[in-house]
C-alpha cells in the first residue's frame, strides 16, 4: 500500500492509522461499499484522504471524480451533478451525463457536502440507496453504481439537529448506521467527545486525524485490532 506513503510521520499514532486504512480498504462490503464522510477544519488533507481511500479501495480501477460542491453555483450544481436532457432548460441544446454517471463504479468524491441545498441532499440520499440518477427533463432512471466519499468543514450531526442539513442523509453517514458507512475525522485537536452517539475519536496523529470508532455490535475502525460481533 504505497499510497499511504502520502500520510509522512514515523510515529506510533500515525502508524496506527495506516493500519485503520489498511483494514477499512481491505473489509469485504460486496458490491455496495459504504457511504464514507471526511470531517474536519479547512487545510487538514480531508482530499488527500479521500484519493487515499479511493487508490485503495474497491473501485480504484474506476474513475475518480472530485467536486467541489462549494465552487459551483446552486444553479449550475444539480445539473452538473446529475446530468440533463435536451431541452430541459434554457440553452440545454444537447443532453448531457452528470457527474454521477461520470464516476460510474468508480469513485465520486463530494467536497463541502454541508453546502448542498436540501433539494440536493434529497437527490443525494436516493442516488446512495439506489445508485440510480434520474437527469433533469428525464422520465427514466439510470444505472449511477459509484462510491460516495464526501467531506465537511461543519459537524453534520449538529447541522441535522438545528435543522441545516437532512437527518437522514446525515445518519446514512454516521458510524451508527449498520455497515454502509465509515468516518474519518480530520482536526487541528480532536476532543474526547463526539456529536455522534456511541463514537469517539480514537487516534490522533502529527497531520491531525483521528478515526472515529463504531459501536461494539460493528467493526471497530481504530489503532487496535479489529473485532466483528
Not at 477544519?41 to 474513475?63: D, N, Y
Not at 440507496?129 to 461543519?154: K, P
Not at 480530520?186 to 496523529?205: D, E, F, I, R
Amino acid at each position: 500500500m504505497d499510497e499511504l506513503a502520502g500520510l509522512v510521520g514515523a510515529s506510533v499514532k500515525l502508524e496506527a492509522v495506516r493500519q485503520s486504512i489498511r483494514r477499512i480498504v481491505a473489509r469485504d462490503f460486496g458490491q455496495r461499499p459504504p457511504a464514507v464522510l471526511i470531517q474536519g477544519e479547512t487545510g487538514t488533507g480531508k482530499g488527500l484522504v479521500a484519493r487515499i481511500l479511493h487508490r485503495l479501495g474497491p473501485r480504484s480501477r474506476g474513475a475518480f471524480v472530485d467536486v467541489n460542491c462549494a465552487a459551483i453555483p446552486e444553479t449550475l450544481l444539480e445539473s452538473e451533478l446529475f446530468g440533463f436532457e435536451q431541452g430541459a432548460f434554457t440553452d440545454a441544446r444537447r443532453a448531457k451525463a452528470g457527474l454521477f454517471q461520470a464516476a460510474h463504479r468508480g469513485t465520486i468524491f463530494l467536497d463541502e457536502i454541508g453546502l448542498l441545498s436540501e433539494g440536493l441532499q434529497a437527490k443525494l440520499l436516493k442516488v446512495i440507496e439506489e445508485r440510480t440518477v434520474r437527469r433533469l427533463g428525464a422520465t427514466r432512471l439510470e444505472s449511477a453504481d459509484v462510491w460516495v466519499i464526501s467531506a465537511s468543514n461543519t459537524d453534520l450531526a449538529v447541522a441535522a439537529r438545528e435543522r441545516r442539513f437532512r437527518a437522514d442523509l446525515a445518519w446514512r453517514f454516521s458510524p451508527s448506521c449498520c455497515h454502509r458507512s465509515a468516518s474519518v475525522m480530520m482536526t487541528s485537536s480532536c476532543s474526547p467527545s463526539s456529536s455522534w452517539p456511541g463514537c469517539a475519536p480514537t487516534t490522533v496523529y502529527p497531520r491531525n486525524v483521528c478515526l472515529r470508532r463504531r459501536p461494539p455490535a460493528f467493526a471497530r475502525i481504530s489503532g487496535q485490532a479489529t473485532s466483528e460481533s
